[in-house]
């Protein structure tokens, strides 16, 4: 049995504030399966077990926290991994790509594909054609979210959290805010901060969400997904030096920017109290600062 750490929140010194914050560190669950990462695989492969299933398959991009973590979870529980990745270009630079690499050191055998391709990730034909190539496998979507992803982040929530007014989650295939919306109380507001542009996620959420309690803040996504500019890497380490607490730059870091310029904004009223959920996706720092190496940029530290 997966050895999971309990987490508690922290509340985080202001300077001159009106409203408490407070952060939920998710990430402390696992070191390789952390996170939101944990609780939608939770259900998933307790499904494939019943189900008699030794093969685990799913999707992601080149440095997907989602990959990483499935690859580590099959490897632990005995599963056969397979990777769907996206980019062709990747199929000769696994070693050296921190999160490729250490999917294939625990086990997960890839497919590259052109991002063409990769659009029809859930379609009926290319499912069956993985198939043909793979033998039988359990689906897991991309970035984990179906319904027993959702199950899974529900339990993120906690009785200790009803106080809070606001919830804060970042967001990526929309699976962890929706359990978050689900768990919440009535009197709670749960702000979505997508990591993309736009906010189509909103149709994807109504798909899992069982209340309407919730928003989206959608303008913390520094340019799109996977995308970062120079005063989110200052902001991320400068909270780092304060906090003793690492963000990664795709998802969390996105998210604690915006709640920051929100609270400067006066965006929460008076004596409100903030929960921020840490969802994760730190093994991502070590990719983005081989992309920020290269720009010339500093590093996230």
């Known amino acids: ?5 309990t987490v508690h929140n922290q509340f985080l010194e202001l300077n001159n504030s009106t ?4 952060l939920k560190p998710e990430y402390l669950i696992h070191t390789f399966i952390s996170g939101n990462k944990y609780r939608k695989l939770k259900y998933n492969l307790e499904k494939a077990k019943d189900l008699k299933n030794d093969t685990i398959l799913s999707f992601g991009g080149a ?4 990959i990483a973590a499935t690859a580590f979870a099959g490897k632990f529980y005995g599963f056969r991994t397979v990777g769907i990745i996206r980019g062709e270009e990747l199929v000769d630079k696994v070693d050296s790509n921190p999160t490729l690499k250490f999917a294939k050191g625990c086990g997960m055998q890839f497919k590259f594909v052109d991002r063409e391709t990769y659009r029809h990730k859930a379609e009926v034909d290319f499912i069956d054609s993985l198939k043909a190539e793979f033998g039988d496998f359990y689906l897991v979507p991309e970035g984990g979210t179906n319904l027993l992803a959702v199950q899974g ?25 929706s ?5 919440s109380k009535s009197h709670q507001k749960i702000l979505g901060f997508p990591a993309l542009k736009g906010d189509f996620i909103r149709e994807d959420i109504r798909k899992f969400a069982t209340k309407d309690n919730w928003d989206l803040i959608t303008d913390y996504h520094f340019g799109g997904y996977g995308k970062i500019k120079p005063e989110l890497i200052a902001f991320i380490n400068d909270f780092k030096k304060r906090y003793n607490i690492p963000l990664d730059p795709v998802y969390t ?26 969802t994760g996706g730190l093994q991502g720092i070590e990719g983005m600062n081989i992309t920020l190496k290269r720009k010339g940029w500093p590093l996230i530290k």
Do not use: R, W
């Not at 009785?159 to 989650?169: H, Q, T």
């Open 63 to 66: 440095y997907s926290n989602h």
């Open 153 to 177: 982040c529900e339990e993120i929530l906690n009785e200790n959290d009803s106080d809070f007014d606001f919830i804060c989650c970042s967001i990526g295939t929309g699976g962890t805010i």
């Open 1 to 5: 049995m997966l050895e999971i750490n």
């Open 179 to 183: 359990g978050v919306i689900n768990a």
């Open 19 to 22: 409203v408490q914050l407070a």
């Open 253 to 278: 870091g996105k998210m604690m920017y915006g709640i920051f310029d929100l609270m400067e904004k006066q965006f929460f009223p008076k004596d409100s109290k903030i929960l921020a959920i840490h």
